[in-house]
């Protein structure tokens, strides 16, 4: 059976983590580009969002890991009888 979501959205296609590197990446090329010679806080700000998207990039990625690792212990669980 479908499920309706009663608000009118769209839901955003996430990002994996090597798209936010390197989205991470592209930002970080813009600040250091000549483009922002004359707008260094601009160019400072774009430097910390790919900060923070790299982080979270590293961050989403341990979560994948960790649920993937927890997902093959339960079904070795289930395989072998426990829980």
Not at 22 to 42: E, F, T, Y
Not at 61 to 82: P, Y
Request: aromatic content about 2%; charged content about 20%; overall charge negative.
């Amino acid at each position: 059976m479908v499920k309706h979501d009663s608000t009118s959205t769209s839901p955003t296609p996430q990002l994996a983590p090597d798209e936010m590197r390197g989205l991470a990446k592209r930002l970080r090329a813009r600040a250091d580009s000549v483009w922002m010679n004359d707008q260094p806080h601009q160019a400072a700000d774009l430097r910390q969002a790919a900060s923070l998207i790299e982080q979270l990039a590293n961050l989403t990625a341990e979560i994948l890991t960790s649920a993937a690792v927890i997902d093959g212990l339960t079904r070795l669980l289930d395989v072998m009888g426990g829980a």
